[in-house]
């Protein structure tokens, strides 16, 4: 079975510095990725995506992540962080449960602070 | 705009009372989603429709129970049996496919709070 692991629960970042979320997944075959991205009280965002091809994606609102296989990982940059980024980051990897058919697992989140 | 509406957005409730929450999708998905979210715990999969009048169990389905009449909506009953349902709960859709490579729209969720 799937499985998704943000090991940092929190982080706190300072405003125009860098920033760089972790999730490693366990998965049999080639995964789908996804970051998804949630703002306090709302649903989720998608933030970008990874099916096959070039591993480095690029999503909005200046967020890319890469996918490297031999690591196992799927990290989520952005290279300056706003203030409007404190959000709460989900990692997801996707497989088949029908053909056509996708569940996601989600790892746990990582909560991003912004501070002045 | 397409989107999912989720109601109501609060919902407060007795201790063996059933209660549904609504969601709506206007996207033209044919996949639905019923997602619970827990402080720390990432979202779990309590049901999930592909298509109309059809829909499985997810990972957490104990004490809930859901319906798929129409296309457009997939309401989610918690029923007294769900031993703690105060929860985030998100309804979300997408399209289905060959390849699975599906990407899923959420709404904005109900939040359940059991007196």
């Known amino acids: 079975a799937q499985s998704v692991t943000q090991p940092d629960i929190h982080i706190t970042v300072s405003e125009g510095a860098s920033l760089e979320l972790r999730c490693n997944y366990s998965?049999?075959?080639?995964?789908?990725l996804f970051w998804y991205v949630q703002s306090p009280g709302q649903g989720l965002q998608l933030l970008l995506k990874y099916f096959s091809g070039d591993t480095l994606v690029q999503g909005i609102k200046g967020f890319e992540a890469e996918f490297k296989r031999s690591q196992s990982s799927f990290n989520l940059r952005k290279p300056s962080v706003h203030w409007s980024d404190a959000a709460e980051y989900f990692c997801?990897?996707?497989?088949?449960?029908?053909?056509?058919?996708?569940?996601?697992?989600f790892g746990t989140g990582t909560r991003l602070l912004v501070s002045p | 705009d397409g989107g999912i509406t989720q109601s109501p957005k609060y919902l407060f409730r007795k201790e063996g009372q059933n209660v549904t929450l609504s969601c709506e999708q206007n996207?033209?998905?044919?996949?639905m989603y019923w997602y619970r979210q827990d402080p720390g715990q990432g979202l779990r999969l309590i049901y999930y429709s592909q298509i109309v009048n059809d829909f499985q169990k997810g990972d957490i389905a104990e004490g809930y129970s859901v319906s798929r009449e129409k296309k457009e909506s997939f309401p989610l009953t918690v029923t007294s049996a769900q031993k703690n349902p105060t929860a985030f709960y998100l309804c979300a859709s997408s399209n289905t496919g060959l390849g699975g490579a599906n990407v899923l729209t959420f709404g904005a969720g109900s939040r359940l709070t059991v007196l």
């Open positions: 998965y049999g075959a080639t995964p789908y």
């Open positions: 997801a990897v996707g497989g088949l449960m029908n053909i056509g058919f996708q569940k996601l697992v």
């Open positions: 996207l033209n998905h044919d996949a």
